[in-house]
């Protein structure tokens, strides 16, 4: 069976379009560029990615259908996330205010080690359960049925390294000094409103239906 590179490229560009809509994973790469430093926003970026893995093997084994389909287990996932969401906002808005290391590449005050900031980016993917949703209705709509298991593990790998190329980009740019600059010169209020927007998420992660 040739490569279906139609059925490859419309799977790609839906994906594209949803990774690049703000949600958590954006708010929190946005937080940790401009509160712990470049390395930890990469490295988060990096548990994102990886996390997209772990929604792709269970998709194409099937245990993603029944999460979908069971009230208790989606409901699980939902509040899981939503609670890990809540507990990030918080932290923010008790968190004192960024400040600008003496250099763009230099670690910030508050350093954070690349397990913990690949940590935070692993599990607020992972516990999203609209990312659920969304491969079942990508894999479900877009790729056929009969499409070999070595092409949908392709799939699954190519939507990783895009999100992986997305944040990293979001990652520098956002660690630029123009930008950080600009955001440090909002002091706590920074941290006040991502902390609010990561307390918006987790209530719109806790209203999500399975449908």
């Known amino acids: 069976m040739a490569f279906p590179w139609i059925e490859y490229a419309g799977l790609m560009l839906a994906f594209g379009i949803g990774a690049v809509a703000p949600g958590p994973d954006f708010a929190m790469v946005l937080r940790q560029s401009i509160a712990h430093g470049r390395q930890a926003a990469i490295f988060t970026s990096a548990g994102i990615a990886s996390s997209i893995l772990v929604h792709g093997t269970y998709t194409l084994l099937g245990i993603g259908l029944v999460v979908s389909q069971s009230i208790l287990l989606f409901s699980i996932l939902k509040f899981a996330g939503a609670a890990y969401l809540v507990w990030l906002g918080i932290s923010a808005l008790r968190a004192p205010a960024p400040t600008p290391p003496a250099a763009i590449d230099a670690p910030a005050r508050r350093e954070m080690g690349p397990g913990r900031a690949f940590g935070i980016g692993f ?51 956002f660690t630029t000094r123009r930008v950080r600059e600009s955001f440090y010169r909002s002091g706590q209020w920074f941290n006040r409103a991502t902390g609010a927007a990561l307390i918006f998420l987790a209530l719109r992660v806790a209203v999500t239906r399975q449908n």
Not at 123 to 134: G, I, R, S
Not at 139 to 148: E, I, R, W
Not at 149 to 173: I, N, R
């Open 123 to 173: 599990l607020t993917n992972l516990l999203n359960p609209k990312a659920v949703v969304f491969f079942l209705a990508l894999f479900t709509t877009l790729v056929q049925a009969d499409t070999a298991l070595e092409y949908k593990a392709f799939y699954v790998l190519s939507m990783s390294a895009m999100l992986l190329v997305w944040f990293t980009l979001v990652s520098l740019f």
